[in-house]
């Protein structure tokens, strides 16, 4: 009786309709569309400014310009990419669908897929013409980065992709109690990844929880880019190895985070 | 009803020795039944007895403490990703994406379930609900009937052979809840599709349910067909059999409760 096609594994057609949602609200409701742009846009003016200012009173940055601009771009990468993910998912809760989906033959991992899926598109929306708008205000071509540019990229949205999943996971066990750990947690990280200074500023205590962070490898990659022009291949191993790592915890408390959800009955109460 | 195929289990929905605690409290405390293929049945029970619970493992969204749940004959929540293609939900506590209209509504859902020839099935869904004068209207700009018949345009997308619908006449006026039942008898008369249906109206229940179960404090009170309960328990309508059970009361001389039994005849 059933008009549907056999049940199989992992179902690439599930994540193209969770794509296909995400990209209908997206179309459907332009500030959305606008907001993706806006504070990339917002964030880049403003440290933008700051490192004119700096490079008129400092040789060292006038030598190393875009230390700021870039630092901001790249953390952008990371903070986008998170957010797009986390965000897509608590989209379902603010509609009240999550009950829709999780009561669907949607897969959790066709789940994350779409969510990695949507936070690209998401990210390419806000940060792409936010890239072109640093060329003429302030010099700096982050695209002239080249190959190293890929490798920061891939490096940054996949530590997004981490804390998201770890974030959502807590939204399912908790409901949208914990809805501000999506707007906040990546901050959190931001003083100790060492976006716009060297790990070596940090206290020596510090030190070994920043290099515990894949993200921090890719801030200081793009400092040796921008001061020495030499890019640093040990740094970029490092960091994809430490992704690798964080991707699968991340995984793993995910889905015991979704477990515990289903043994407390808590998908059943999403909501404050 | 269409009799089940000789190689399909007998029961839609078999339910066995069931718990689920949260923390001290029993919510589902060791209930057992069967729901006969196409037939309906009514999940009774005043507020905290158990029956959004009993659905939430029946979904598997809720892992059982203890006990079985047997679906189509196939293990729920072990087997979940198969049965989740044959089954769907309604209730009007969960909702469709706001922002987005009604046909993307029907298009995302559709694909979520892989329904074959998508397009005219979503056709055929706004035919049979009326829905042609607000398909491209966002799903957040709709009234509460609107909305409930979306919902059930969703539910059916899939043709589930199995159709768990929790108070899906809630809140809506007498006109549009008696077209909901009707387009519920519809569908079930056409494709012989089992339902299991959690309301508080009783009307809705006597009109609708092969079989009645009735939950208090996450324990089987009774169960019986609507017209067995009410010769049983000496009552009129099934909403005075529901508040005897409720206040545990019975009329003067109403037969003993039934004790839990093994199954029921389709």
């Known amino acids: 009786m059933s008009a549907t096609r056999g049940a199989g594994g992992f179902s690439f057609t599930r994540v193209g309709a969770m794509v296909l949602r995400y990209w209908y609200l997206l179309s459907n409701s332009w500030p959305r569309a606008v907001e993706l742009i806006y504070w990339p846009t917002v964030q880049m003016l403003t440290w933008g400014f700051v490192q004119l200012y700096v490079a008129q009173n400092s040789s060292f940055f006038a030598n190393a310009a875009g230390l700021f601009v870039g630092g901001l771009l790249l953390w952008d990468v990371l903070l986008r990419s998170q957010q797009g993910f986390a965000f897509a998912f608590l989209e379902e809760l603010w509609s009240r669908n999550l009950g829709n989906l999780l009561m669907s033959p949607l897969k959790p991992s066709e789940f994350i897929v779409s969510l990695m899926v949507i936070s690209i598109i998401r990210l390419a929306i806000g940060m792409i013409p936010v890239t072109f708008l640093a060329i003429p205000l302030f010099g700096f071509n982050v695209w002239g980065l080249g190959l190293p540019l890929a490798v920061f990229f891939v490096n940054l949205v996949i530590a997004g992709w981490s804390i998201g999943l770890v974030i959502i996971g807590i939204l399912l066990r908790q409901g949208m109690g914990a809805e501000a750990l999506a707007w906040s947690l990546m901050f959190l990280l931001m003083p100790i990844t060492c976006v716009y200074y060297p790990v070596a500023t940090l206290p020596a205590i510090v030190q070994p929880i920043a290099w515990a962070l894949p993200t921090t490898y890719v801030f200081e990659g793009m400092r040796a880019i921008l001061v020495t022009h030499t890019f640093r291949i040990d740094l970029m191993a490092t960091a994809f190895a430490m992704n690798a790592l964080w991707f699968t915890a991340a995984v793993f408390v995910f889905y015991r985070l979704l477990a515990a959800a289903r043994r407390a009955g808590s998908l059943l109460q999403q909501g404050e | ?266």
Not at chain 2, 41 to 67: Q, V
Not at chain 2, 120 to 149: C, H, M, N, P, W
Not at chain 2, 161 to 180: Q, R
Not at chain 2, 218 to 241: A, C, F, K, N, Q
């Open chain 2, 1 to 266: 009803m269409p009799a089940a195929p000789a190689h399909e289990p007998r029961f839609a929905i078999e339910v066995r020795d069931l718990v689920k605690r949260f923390g001290a409290v029993a919510a589902v405390d060791g209930i057992s039944f069967e729901v006969a293929r196409g037939t309906v049945t009514g999940l009774l029970g005043g507020n905290g007895a158990g029956k959004t619970t009993t659905i939430g493992m029946l979904m598997g969204l809720i892992l059982p403490d203890a006990g079985t749940i047997r679906i189509l004959g196939h293990d729920m929540p072990g087997e979940r990703a198969v049965l989740l293609e044959r089954m769907n939900f309604e209730s009007p506590y969960v909702d469709m994406p706001h922002r987005l209209t009604v046909r993307q509504n029907l298009t995302v859902f559709g694909r979520l379930y892989r329904v074959e020839n998508l397009k005219a099935r979503i056709a055929e869904l706004v035919e049979d609900f009326d829905l042609a004068a607000f398909v491209d209207r966002k799903a957040g700009q709709l009234s509460a009937g609107q909305k409930t018949r979306v919902a059930l345009a969703k539910a059916l997308l899939n043709s589930p052979e199995v159709l768990l619908l929790d108070e899906p006449t809630a809140s809506l006026d007498p006109d549009t809840a008696d077209w909901v039942r009707g387009r519920l008898e519809t569908y079930r008369a056409a494709t012989g599709a089992t339902i299991l249906l959690a309301s508080h109206n009783m009307p809705e229940v006597e009109r609708l349910c092969d079989d009645v179960v009735i939950l208090r404090r996450g324990r089987i009170e009774d169960r019986g067909s609507p017209s067995d309960l009410l010769r049983r328990y000496g009552r009129d309508t099934l909403e005075e059999v529901f508040l005897d059970v409720a206040r545990g009361t019975r009329a003067e001389g109403a037969e003993p409760a039934a004790a839990q039994r093994e199954e029921v005849e389709p």
